[in-house]
Structure formats: structure tokens, C-alpha cells
């Protein structure tokens, strides 16, 4: 089957504009989560979500980022006012709850803030 | 504070072996999980440990001892498509509400040589 996809694979943006990157995990997973990955750095933590809600956003970095997943499947996370520090590579995640260990990663949107 | 520490880069000759290891000081603790991360695509999972002791599987190995907050990756038979960043994650929590979201160590950037 399918694995997890994002759109765009790359997206260009200028300063103060705003974004929206959308996942779409492996179908029947009830948990995905969202990740940043800088260069050289390993993924960090920014929201996950468990059904239609977000169990966990401690990792958001601040009020411009936001995600949402209101069907308890594709899920879009989207940034505001963007800033060239959040240049990154954004990944999406999928599992299952309760059974499943591993978490399947789709091959992320990499975002350039100009 | 969330602290995950493996070696940035490590460098090995093909069909040796090699371990990469991995330390951890985390909050909560419900299991540890190497990745593997080709440069410009997603991390893919290799292993998961969550009690003590060695897990084997085919080339690949993981050793985890919750005590001593360690775990270490043994990749045997080094083959050149091995060259790859190798990521250690702890996971935080586990279902029931709680977070299940991975803390990424930076990762070990492995080069394997003819």
C-alpha cells in the first residue's frame, strides 16, 4: 500500500508570507505527527495528533505555527508571517496506537524562506 | 531537560563492523528506536528496544540498558550502501493520552570506505 505523502515535495516562500504543507498518512493510522528537520540536525518534535485531535503540540515554537487534522486523516500544518529561520525540511508521520512501535515517515516538504 | 548524545560522524571499511552508540537523559522514557536516514530522504526505521538486552535482526543490531540511560546500534558486514545518518530517538510516553512523540538525537553521519 501507499506510504505517507506530503505536498509540495519543495515550496519557496518570501518573508511574512504565509504557508500550508499537507500530509497525508498511511491509511487506518490514528496517530501523526508533525517533525522539523534543520541541516545536520536530527527531526524535532512539533505536534502530534491522535484521531482529529492534538494530543501533544509542546513542540509548536510559536502562535504563528498551527496544524489541523478535522477529518482524522490528512493534516495540514500551517505557518504564518514565515521568517527565514523556519527554513527546514518538514516531515510528516504515521503509526498505528497501542499495537504498532514504529512510526512510518513520509520523505518531507522542504520549505525556503527567502 | 531532554538530552540524547551519539557521536556526529564515524567513518568504517566495507564488510567490517561497526557500533554507533547512543546516550540519553530524557523525562519519561517508553522505549528507544534507531533510524536510518539516506541524505535528502526520510529517516526509515531499524530497530526498537524498550527492555534491556540486544535485539538481532539480520546485519543490524540494537543493545539498549535503561539503567545506565545507553544503547548502541551494531551494523555488521559493512556494505557500502550502509553510508547513511544513523538516528537514535527516545520516545516519551506511550498511548492513553500521553505524548508519544521521539526526541532525535543529531544523528552519526556513517562512511563506510572500500
Known sequence: GAGVSQ???NKVTEKGKYVELRCDPISGHTALYWYRQSLGQGPEFLIYFQGTGAADDSGLPNDRFFA????GSVSTLKIQRTERGDSAVYLCASSLMSVENEQFFGPGTRLTVL | GQN???PTEMTATEGAIVQINCTYQT???NGLFWYQQHAGEAPTFLSYNVLDGLEE????SSFLSRSKGYSYLLLKELQMKDSASYLCAVRDGWGGGAT???IFG???LLAVQP
Request: charged fraction near 25%; hydrophobic fraction near 20%.
Open chain 1, 68 to 71: 489541523v487534522r478535522p477529518e
Open chain 2, 100 to 102: 508519544n512523540k521521539l
Open chain 2, 27 to 29: 523525562s519519561g522514557f
Open chain 2, 106 to 108: 543529531t544523528g552519526t
Open chain 1, 7 to 9: 505536498t509540495p515535495s
Open chain 2, 57 to 60: 535482526k539480520g546485519r543490524f
Open chain 2, 4 to 6: 540524547i548524545d551519539q
